[in-house]
C-alpha cells in the first residue's frame, strides 16, 4: 500500500514538473515563489490524491470488513470457551474407600473425633525432656512403649523407625480383612487373565491346601471364573519430608511385604512405593495422589500414613528453637479404589468426592443435593478445617467462604491441634479423620491453602450403587 501512494506522488510530481519547466521555458515566462509553490508542489499533491482515492476508499472498506471479521470470529471463539471453562471447574474425582483406620495418643477412630473436639491436652511425658532436663508435654501412644514383638526383629534400625514399624504392622493387621478378600480376587483374576500365575498359587504358602496337594491342571480351569480384572496392590508408604535421608525403606519393604503374602497376595501384584511430605506440599501432593488414583483401571490402593516425634534425640533441634515444643504421633491407613473398579465380595463404605475449582460452596451442596440434610440444622459438627488457626487472617478466611452456606461455626473440627506441633503430615490425618469418624453424616473437608477446592465424604455409597444398578436394569 505504502509503494502505490509513493510510486503515484512521484510520478504526479515528476509528470507535472517536466510538463510545467519545459512550457515555462517556451513561453519565457519568469514564475515567481507563489508560482513555483503552486504548480510544483499544491497542485501535483491534489492530482495525486484524486487518482488515489479510489484506492483509498476500498482499501478502508477492506480493513474495515476484516476487523468486523475478527470480532465476530472472538466472539465465537469465546462463546464456545464458556463451556469449556464451566467443565473444567466442575471437575470431581470419586474414590471408593473399602477401609479406614487411624490410631493416635487420643484413642482409636471414633474415640479420636470426641477428644478432638474436646481438644484433649497433651500429657507430661517423663522419657522426652528439654534443655533442663523437665519432663516436656507429649501426645504419646503409651501402648507403643510395651509392645516389644516388632521392636526385639528390628534392632538394626533406628529407634524412631522401629516405632514407626510397630505402627505400620499394626495399620495392616487392621485391614486383614478386607485385604484378605481383595487377595481372593486378584487370586481369580489373575487365573482368568494370566495362566501362567497358576503355578505360582499351587507354591503360595497362603493358599496351600495340605489335605489335597495334587491338583490337576484342568480341574483348575474348570474353576476358573470371569471375574473383573485386578492386576496390582499398590501401596503408599506417606512419610514426614524430614524422614527421607535416615529411613530405610528397604527394611519397611520386607516388612509390609511378608504381611501380605501371609495374605495370599504374589510378590508381583505388590508394589510398594514412599513419599515424603512436608506441611507446605501436603496438601497438593495429597491431591495429586488422589488424581493418579483416579486414573486407574486395575489397581487396589492401601495408603499407610504416619508421623511421630516421640523420640529424644529427634527433639534435640525442636526443643532448641522452641522450649514449648509438643511432639506427637500417630498412624493411619484406608484401602481405595477408583469408582469404575469392582472388588468382589466387598463394598465400599464411603465415597471420597474432590471437587476442584469450585469456589462456591453453596452450589455444590446443591449441585450434590445435601444443602437440605437435616445436619446442617443439627450442632453435631461435621467440617473438618485442614489448617491451624492461630492467625486471624485464616479465622476470616474461613467466616467468609461459609458466609453464605448452612454451615455455622459450630459445625468446625479442628484436627491439626490434636498433633501438637508435628504438624508435617497434619492435612492427611485430618482426612484419615474424616475417614474413621463420618459414618452417618456427610463429612466436609477444607483448607484455606486452597480455597477452590473441596472434599466430600459420603457414607451411604451402597445407595448409590444400588441406583446405578437399578437404571441398569431392562425392564
Given at each position: ?9 512521484i510520478?504526479?510530481f ?5 510538463v510545467v ?5 517556451d ?7 507563489h ?10 499533491f491534489?492530482v ?9 476508499i ?12 475478527q470480532?465476530?470470529?472472538?466472539a ?10 464451566e467443565e ?5 474425582i470419586?474414590?471408593?474407600?473399602y477401609?479406614s483406620?487411624?490410631k493416635?495418643?487420643m ?16 500429657e507430661?511425658?517423663s522419657?522426652l525432656?528439654n534443655a ?8 504419646r ?5 510395651d ?6 526383629q528390628d534392632?538394626v534400625?533406628?529407634v524412631?523407625q522401629?516405632?514407626m ?22 487370586k ?9 500365575t497358576?503355578?505360582k498359587y499351587r ?33 503408599y508408604?506417606?512419610?514426614a519430608e ?14 509390609i ?6 495374605m495370599?497376595?504374589l510378590?508381583?501384584q ?6 515424603f511430605?512436608?506441611?507446605k ?17 486395575d ?26 515444643y509438643?511432639?506427637a ?13 469392582e ?7 464411603q ?11 453453596l ?6 443435593k445435601i ?17 491451624q ?12 467462604h461459609?458466609e453464605h452456606?448452612?454451615?455455622?461455626t ?5 484436627s ?9 503430615l497434619?492435612k492427611?490425618?485430618?482426612l ?22 473441596h ?10 450403587l444400588?441406583a ?6 431392562p425392564?
Amino acid at each position: 500500500m505504502i509503494k502505490i501512494i509513493l510510486s503515484t506522488l512521484i510520478s504526479v510530481f515528476a509528470i507535472a514538473a517536466t510538463v510545467v519547466i519545459f512550457y515555462w521555458k517556451d513561453a519565457g515566462f519568469e514564475p515567481t515563489a507563489h508560482d513555483l509553490l503552486m504548480y510544483l508542489a499544491v497542485i501535483p499533491f491534489a492530482v495525486a490524491c484524486v487518482l488515489l482515492s479510489p484506492y483509498l476508499i476500498y482499501k478502508l472498506y477492506v480493513h474495515r470488513r476484516e476487523k468486523q471479521q475478527q470480532r465476530l470470529e472472538q466472539a465465537e471463539a469465546e462463546k464456545n470457551q464458556v463451556p469449556v471453562q464451566e467443565e473444567a471447574k466442575k471437575e470431581q474425582i470419586q474414590l471408593h474407600v473399602y477401609s479406614s483406620f487411624l490410631k493416635s495418643a487420643m484413642g482409636e477412630n471414633d474415640e479420636i473425633l470426641a477428644k478432638t473436639i474436646d481438644l484433649q491436652a497433651p500429657e507430661l511425658d517423663s522419657k522426652l525432656h528439654n534443655a533442663q532436663g523437665n519432663p516436656i508435654l507429649s501426645y504419646r501412644m503409651t501402648d507403643l512403649d510395651d509392645d516389644q514383638d516388632i521392636k526385639n526383629q528390628d534392632v538394626v534400625l533406628d529407634v524412631l523407625q522401629q516405632r514407626m514399624h510397630q505402627l505400620i504392622h499394626a495399620q495392616i493387621a487392621q485391614n486383614y480383612d478386607v485385604l484378605h478378600t481383595i487377595s481372593h480376587h486378584f487370586k481369580r483374576s489373575a487365573m482368568f487373565y494370566d495362566h501362567k500365575t497358576i503355578e505360582k498359587y499351587r507354591l503360595h504358602p497362603a493358599w496351600l491346601d495340605p489335605k489335597h496337594q495334587t491338583v490337576d491342571e484342568d480341574d483348575d480351569v474348570e474353576k476358573i471364573e470371569a471375574v473383573p480384572r485386578l492386576s496390582q496392590l499398590v501401596v503408599y508408604v506417606i512419610l514426614a519430608e524430614h524422614l527421607f535421608r535416615v529411613w530405610d525403606t528397604a527394611a519397611t519393604t520386607a516388612l509390609i511385604a511378608a504381611q501380605l503374602v501371609e495374605m495370599g497376595f504374589l510378590n508381583d501384584q505388590v508394589q510398594i512405593e514412599y513419599e515424603f511430605w512436608s506441611s507446605k506440599n501436603g496438601y497438593a501432593n495429597m491431591l495429586q495422589t488422589f488424581r493418579h488414583i483416579a486414573t486407574a483401571t486395575d489397581q487396589v490402593y492401601l495408603c499407610l500414613g504416619l508421623d511421630s516425634e516421640i523420640h529424644q534425640g529427634h527433639l534435640e533441634n525442636q526443643l532448641w528453637v522452641s522450649t514449648d515444643y509438643v511432639p506427637a504421633e500417630f498412624a493411619g491407613s484406608f484401602i481405595v479404589a477408583p469408582q469404575a473398579v469392582e472388588i468382589l465380595e466387598l463394598k465400599p463404605s464411603q465415597t471420597m468426592t474432590v471437587a476442584f475449582d469450585q469456589p462456591d460452596l453453596l452450589a455444590l451442596l446443591k449441585d450434590k443435593k445435601i444443602d437440605e440434610l437435616p445436619q446442617f440444622k443439627d450442632e453435631q459438627p461435621f467440617v473438618l478445617i485442614l489448617d491451624q488457626i492461630d492467625r486471624p487472617k485464616v479465622i476470616q478466611q474461613l467466616a467468609a467462604h461459609f458466609e453464605h452456606t448452612p454451615i455455622e461455626t459450630y459445625h468446625y473440627i479442628y484436627s491439626c491441634p490434636s498433633l501438637g506441633h508435628t504438624q508435617h503430615l497434619s492435612k492427611l490425618y485430618g482426612l484419615m479423620l474424616g475417614l474413621v469418624s463420618f459414618h452417618d453424616l456427610y463429612g466436609l473437608l477444607y483448607s484455606v491453602h486452597d480455597p477452590a477446592i473441596h472434599i466430600l465424604l459420603d457414607p451411604n455409597p451402597n445407595s448409590e450403587l444400588e441406583a446405578d444398578a437399578n437404571a441398569s436394569t431392562p425392564t
